[in-house]
């Protein structure tokens, strides 16, 4: 498979999971900004690409880079746009994950508020669909795809900071056709996060987690199983993670655990995952039998450095 990996050194970070999700908590403006106009951007390896509580890599690693220009009105307000980019492992074969959104950073003394727009861009996908004009044959395991799987979301964000060491959050995210599905789908969340006191060498451990419920709605024709004629009804589900990392100067090293509650023949429905194998796993929405593995629990590593340009170039 194609993957783009978008080079770049890398900026403060944003949030305790993968930094292209827009599910990241808030981060509050700088309080004195040295000037108006800032860059953040950074990159990260991880051992497999979760988003969600489902791999976007098929459990392989993934790399992914950003480029974020801001510009601080004042201290508590910041408007922002980015780019950004992670190498995935698609069933339709997409290039890569290219992310594009901007949004405003209000603050409010220990509240931090964060709305914004996110679109997510799949080039280079092939559709697989036997008997539909211009698609390749369905995949071996009976699976369909369309060549376009890019969408948009709205996301609304909050982070309260208890202390200087505790933090909690929440996050919502609509998108009117999810992966291009034509299923709506409202992405619910709330997270905490403690950060320890320093090491000697200056390391600062965290823990960090967060549990998520994502309510989906119904796909378009393209997807119709037998039963469903006019589409699937997804499964909505949980999803929540349990991390443990530290911070050193721009570089940040964490374990996480991921999990859903999504049974594999439901999960099969909603991806489509081309690695999928029959096993029994018969559900109303996935009649042929074949699971996937891609929600199942999963521990992974990741390690990313993160900068900004009046912090870290001057």
């Known amino acids: 498979m194609r993957k783009i990996v978008l080079s770049a050194i890398a900026a403060v970070a944003l949030s305790t999971s993968t930094v ?10 700088p309080a004195a900004p040295a000037s108006a106009w800032d860059i953040a951007f950074g990159s990260a390896l991880v051992s497999d690409y979760i988003w969600r509580g489902i791999t976007q890599s098929a459990h392989k690693p993934s790399v992914s880079a950003y480029f974020e ?6 201290k508590d307000l910041q408007l922002y ?18 992310d594009l959104y901007a949004g405003i950073r209000p603050t409010f003394d220990k509240l931090a508020l964060d709305f914004g727009v996110w679109y997510y861009w799949y080039p280079g996908g092939i ?10 044959p369905t995949l071996l395991n009976g699976n369909v795809i369309k060549a376009d799987l890019s969408f948009w979301e709205v996301y609304a964000k909050a982070t309260y900071n208890v202390t200087d060491s505790f933090a909690v959050g929440a996050t919502f995210n609509y998108s009117p056709s999810v992966l291009n599905s034509g299923a709506d789908g409202a992405y ?4 905490a996060k403690y950060t320890g006191p320093a090491f000697s060498n200056g390391a600062k451990p965290y823990i960090s987690g967060e549990v998520g419920y994502w309510s989906l709605g119904t796909s378009d024709a ?8 006019n589409g699937i009804p997804y499964k909505s589900y949980a999803t929540w993670n349990l991390g443990i990392g530290a911070t050193w100067k721009v ?43 891609w929600c199942d629990a999963r521990i992974i590593g990741k390690i990313s450095a993160d900068l900004t340009a009046n912090d870290n170039l001057k």
């Open 81 to 98: 746009a980015g780019v950004a980019g992670n190498s995935i492992v698609f069933p339709n074969r997409a290039a890569a994950e290219i």
């Open 127 to 136: 559709c697989y669909s036997t008997g539909t004009p211009g698609c390749q």
């Open 69 to 74: 220009p801001r510009y601080n009105i004042n």
């Open 222 to 229: 393209f997807y119709a199983v037998a039963g469903f004629p």
């Open 251 to 293: 570089f940040t090293a964490e374990i996480r655990y991921y999990d859903t509650n999504l049974s594999r023949g439901d999960c099969n429905a909603f991806t489509s995952d081309h690695t999928a194998i029959f096993d029994g796993s018969f559900t109303s929405i996935n009649p042929g039998g074949v699971g996937s593995s």
């Open 20 to 29: 292209m999700a827009a599910d990241m908590p808030v981060k509050a403006a």
């Open 188 to 191: 619910y969340a709330v997270n």
